[in-house]
């Protein structure tokens, strides 16, 4: 398919999801079904497996938009009233098994994990369905079960009743509001004071971030203080093991600084004692590290110098469906963007057409495309300060001139961006989604693209502001 071609057909796919609106009250319970499956498979096969439904507590999720229109996500869950076949419910997401394909280990050998997808309580029967994307991007159901919420077998899900709950800030009705959860990991039952200054201090950092800033209200934000039995979480590099309620370790899928967990029971029964719909795992640790996957949650960890900055950018991932912006650092994924297949994130494209490109109507005239943002000189930097660190720390430097370095390299970055001749306008960049070359980003910075304190970019800041609507119109 020629770029071209790809550029209408992803204007296609997004018009032909939208759907009339089906009433809430005439399909659905305001209570939360959650469906658990096992999803297993290697780099090129996935397959599916029921494994548990279960009742969780009241709906926190949209009770108007139940059709999910963003087109976002690797994965779509649709969820049919199976006697008239019609569409009653719908949202986009990624997993932890559709990142591990693209892994090197995804070649060798075959893995399953736990995964889960939540929607209010069906009044009848309903067919569920989950679809993937093929490479020219359409959605293909590559599952589907039938579930009948009259079944007597379906489980009540223990939610530690016992464990207490502290609101952050609540906004208003859960209905019409965003529900987030903050859980903890590796905060000991003495450490929940901590946990507790950790929390405010990132989601302070959150909501003076735009648009989170302009839409705090729409949000309630809510902690489960749930303890570990030791602090700290698992760290396979330094063969540091800690027994931490939520299992969250470094080094997922080989990448030091890539924090998850494996652990899907304990975290859905964990998030249960709330009403929620997004989930966010404040990792009691000092090490650099955290991760976000869109849907399903974020991790950060709570007391680097970097904790704010990451905080706010694995966000971004988990609600806002934003790809990295970046292309310098080492990851493990082998091939995470093919070159021809247009991604599916908001804020990263492989079209140059500036009348097709997705952000098109928030680019100025006369801003050329591709636009020139002295990459050149950046990449040669980069590599410089790469080869620089490496020697460094294969010569034992001390810490401080390590951190030294950086330091002055992300001040050179700041300053070197914005004294580009398009800085401030939104374009099409070269250099995004790990890839130096082919895939393109809309702005010269972005919390997607560096680690300077900036902001949102247009593009993505537009991708938010209509996810907010999405869970509050
Ligand atoms: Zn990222």
Not at 47 to 71: C, H, K
């Amino acid at each position: 398919m020629s770029l071209k071609s790809i550029c209408i057909f992803v204007l296609l796919t997004v018009i032909g999801l939208s759907a009339a609106a089906p009433h809430f009250d005439l399909y659905f319970h305001p209570r939360t079904m959650r469906l658990d499956y096992i999803h297993s498979g290697t780099g090129t096969t996935e397959s599916f497996s029921f494994d548990d439904v279960y009742e969780e507590s009241v709906w926190a999720g949209p009770v108007t938009r139940l059709i999910d229109d963003s087109n976002l996500g690797k994965y779509l869950f649709q969820v049919f009233d199976e006697r008239t076949g019609t569409l009653i419910y719908s949202r986009g997401f990624c997993s932890i098994f559709g990142e591990w394909q693209t892994t090197e280990e995804a070649q060798k050998i075959n893995r399953s994990f736990s995964e889960s997808i939540r929607f209010p309580w069906p009044r009848a029967g309903v067919k569920v369905t989950i679809s993937t994307r093929n490479r020219e991007n359409q959605f293909i159901e590559i599952w589907s079960v039938s579930l009948n919420p009259g079944e007597v077998n379906y489980r009540r899900n223990g939610t530690y009743s016992n464990v207490p709950v502290t609101p952050l800030f609540i906004s208003g009705d859960i209905r019409n509001k965003i529900d987030i959860v903050i859980l903890p990991d590796g905060y000991t039952k003495d450490q929940m004071k901590k946990f507790h200054q950790d929390a405010k201090r990132l989601v302070k950092t959150l909501f003076s971030t735009e648009p989170f800033l302009s839409g705090r209200d729409q949000f309630n934000v809510r902690c489960v203080d749930l303890p570990s039995n030791e602090e700290g979480i698992d760290d396979p590099q330094k063969t540091i093991y800690r027994d931490n309620a939520l299992a969250c370790s470094y080094n997922a899928f080989g990448s030091d600084r890539y924090i998850l967990t494996y652990d899907n029971k304990t975290l859905r029964k964990i998030a249960a004692r709330v009403p929620y719909e997004h989930v966010c795992i404040l990792v009691n640790a000092q090490k650099y590290g955290g991760g976000g996957i869109f849907n399903l949650y974020t991790t950060c960890i709570s007391d680097n110098e970097w904790s704010d900055y990451i905080f706010v950018h694995e966000f971004g991932h988990s609600f806002g469906g934003l790809g990295d912006e970046y292309y310098t650092s080492d990851v493990a994924y082998s091939e995470f963007y093919p070159q021809d297949v247009e991604p599916w994130e908001p804020n990263l494209t492989i079209c140059t057409d500036p009348d097709r490109v997705k952000w098109r109507e928030m680019i100025e005239p006369g801003t050329p495309v591709p636009t020139p943002w002295g990459k050149a000189e950046y990449d040669a930097r980069q590599t410089a300060y790469m080869q620089n660190r490496k020697e460094l720390k294969a010569n034992k430097a001390p810490l401080s001139e390590i951190d030294r370095i950086r330091d002055e390299n992300d001040r050179w970055i700041h300053d070197f961006l914005r004294n580009q001749p398009y800085w401030g306008k939104t374009g099409v960049y070269e250099g995004a989604g790990y890839a130096s070359s082919g895939l393109f980003r809309p702005y010269i910075d972005c919390r997607m693209f560096s680690r300077s304190l900036t902001g949102f970019d247009p593009v993505c800041s537009r991708a938010i502001g209509r996810m907010i609507e999405l869970y509050t119109e």
